[in-house]
């Protein structure tokens, strides 16, 4: 299967490509020979059952967790060749993670929350003015020097993705981002999203029970039975019956 | 190179700022090191100093070529003649130490056998006491007295006051209700040795007064009573020999230090000398014999350590492997966001050994301050160990103690950091 980038140029190979995947726990098959690729400047909506295996796909795809077999290729390369301090730096400087509970170190600030994944990256400069332009660009002016427990829900996860995208990563991995988020605060996050796809050319995959979530993705798939399934959207599928 | 710098302040700054937040945890969880670094530089300390002390003591007085020969019932060490009772070696083994082959020059320490009384006037008072009166060559304080060689016969008898002789003479003083002197005061004291050349209370007994002058202080020197000269008293008593009810002879061998000229022959001549009953010690055999005792107090210190070493890392350990679990979360983040787990361990690591170096430099405070208490103290319980000077930093322990402290915690904190590396990541970071 094949994810669409939006302005992709024809010859331009995938952002990252899964390959094959296949995962279980015991004896219980989790992912069974999952393949699908995502482009740049994208939003792939991975959709499932609870215990469908979404969150340990976008486990494999940071290359946090081995699959028993397949391929995740990035540039290229197959991650899960890679050891551990490559994957490590692969996971710091190209790839941002969204939770759904958020994740913040409760006795860190928001600033340093925001600040944390670049302090440990050799390679980061500028991080002050990085923070800086990020804080105006999240509007996270006001709650800059609070803890994460005097914070709303819609501010937590806006400190979140600000720590996701500090190292200016190609992908964003968002598990369930909006799950725990009310409608206004869910439709800033998914407008967030957007805002990055469609200005910093970020791919973002997102495992998620929303179906608002899934209406703004460029690419669905579900997860069934351990099996993945592109799922059309229903405009498109009425297209292609105009079009037979 | 930069990029390593940025990594290693990087790191220094998560692990002071872990200490810094988890001040009482981090202190709590390494509580055992103080007490064995406090333990480590107490223990060195008292090594060192009793070391020194024996060295001072003994090995001060006598070569490596040297052997001291005593009556068979005292030692080489040993206050000679506790009491007023003075073991003898009979002139006839001096004599026969003497035609040994291979002996050199033989140094004696002798006893004056006449009664002496001391008289000296102080704070109006008259003060008499009879008390034992020893002699020594000119040689025998070569090392320390170098003065006592320009001793001329004939002036005032300088007399040295052993350091246990002034304090019952203190004692004495104190008795009588007369202030207690120290050496400043006694210095060049000017005083009497009235000698008595007959037994106490015979009637024919006639006295010589004999001008004398404090010439110095000894701690070296085993001896109950005071010591001057022993020119002075072969001379007196050949000279008295032919008083009336005169004792004979008028003094006696108490001990000797006998120098061999070759040392390879040391162990036959101690061997000879031995054979005629008497008591013998060489540096070879007091090294031994203090060899001997440092090893005793070094396999109890080790036994100890060991105990507050094994409690110590278990401790540690137990405290690490909880702090891992409790920041279980803040590890699961840090994979997540990128942090190598070999950069886990290494920071866990850090810190440990940041909070052991902690540790390390308040438990060296301790034991320095446990030593100044022991310094100050310890003469008051252990009478013995007066000369006994306690040295605050035996040869930089402070170094020793925070790298040791260091290490232990570190290597403490080894297993937890791989365990806090190795964690369920992803599936921790979902709850």
Redesign the interface.
Known sequence: MRGAGRGKAVDEPALLSIEGVSASFGKRRILDDVSFTVEPSSIVAVTGRSGAGKTTLLGIISGLMKPDGGRVVYKGQNILKWGDFKRSRFRNREIGFVFQFFNLLPDMTSYQNIFYPAIISPRSRNLKEKVDYLVGYLGLEKILHQYPATLSGGERQRVAVARAIINNPRIILADEPTGNLDERSANDILSLFKKLRDENGMAIVIATHDSRTVASADVHFNIDDARLQRIEPPERRKKSRRGR | MK??L??IG?NL?FSLREVV?NILRSLLSSFGIIFLIAFLVLYLSLRQSIKEYIGGTLFGTLDINEIVVSPPASGAGALVSIGGRTEKIAPDRVRRIRAINGVGEINSIIRMEYPAKVKLEMFGRSVREYMPVYGISPAFLRKSEKRWRQFVPGDEIPVIVPKFVLDVFNNLAAARGLPQLGEKALWGFPMELVIETAARGAPERKKYDQPARVFGFSAELPLTGLVVPSDFITKFAAAHAGDPGAIRPGFSYAQLVVTVKDVKDLPVISKNIQSLGLKVESQQEIAAKTNKALAVIDGSSLVIMGIFLFLTVIAIFNSYLTIVYNRS??FS???????????IILTFVFEAALIGALFGLIGYYIGVMAIGYLKHNMPHWVPVLKGLTLSRDSGGLLPLAVGLSALLSSVSAFIPAVFASNMN??RA??K
Do not use: E, N
């Open positions: 990029a390593f940025i990594y990087r700054y937040r979360y803040t983040l840090q994979r997540v966001i990128g942090v190598s787990k070999v950069r990541l992803f970071v979902q």
